[in-house]
């Protein structure tokens, strides 16, 4: 495929994205005064302004390294911190998720050593296009609480939020609804949703977040193609001249191939299948 016809195919891509998708969730919320409006719908609380901090750059590459983006990451001016997440399929064990994103907030707040105090007030919430719990809620709130004693909380500072585009339960208000509707793909209809739906319409129509997109879509297949290699040169460490012949049947690959990759592993003894498959990768282009 030559770089026109695969720029071609990320435009399509682009201009079929709605506020569903990751990327175009994650670019309406930087927009301070659309991030901010939403999480006072959702949570009934007032912001005066909010804030996007930077992530350590240690935090940054754990992120990467899982395959996992946060969607959006900002404060406000009491120090409160909120991950909004998208979630338009079920990856299944979103309760784990959650915990995860969790963890990688307060490992981005304090180092190790320094006082736990020092965590801040957290909320994750994840908005998600199905019922994760099957039970028509359009909203699910985690607190820390006591088996034992359930009045009991833990005040951890950790809140989690489930929210649900298929709710059918009469448990939040007609703005929260709407905006639920409109996420789950129904046309605008409040003054929120009307705003949210307008920024989408700009983002789209911005050439930064066009390229953006077209980057993110090479990172992401670059990825992609390094695991298949890191996994093909996995498979192939282990062989010996004699099974070259048979393996490239089951491997889908042509024994030249597999000649060269285990000759690029006896040249290169002390590195593993990862820097293998990108040295492979990078002689290939």
Known sequence: MDFKEEKDIREIEFEKKTIKDNFIFGAVMQNPQKCKALLECILKIKIREIRYPELEKTIKKTYWSKGIRLDVYVEDEENTIYNIEMQATNKKELPKRMRYYQGMIDLNVIDKGQDYSRLKQSYVIFICDYDEFGIGRHIYTFENVCKEYPQLTLKDGTIKIVLNTKGTADDVSEDIKELLHFFGGDEPKSDLTRMLDEEVKS???????????????????????????KNRVS???SLDESEIETASRFLKCDAKTIKYILSLIADNPEMDD???????????D
Not at 203 to 219: A, P
Not at 274 to 284: F, G, L, R, S, V
């Open 203 to 229: 983002v789209k129509s911005s050439e930064k977040w066009r390229r953006d997109f077209m980057l993110l879509w090479e990172r992401d297949n670059d990825n992609i193609e390094l695991g298949e290699v």
């Open 274 to 284: 990862k820097e293998i498959a990108q040295i492979y990768i990078n002689q290939m």
């Open 235 to 237: 498979q192939i460490r």
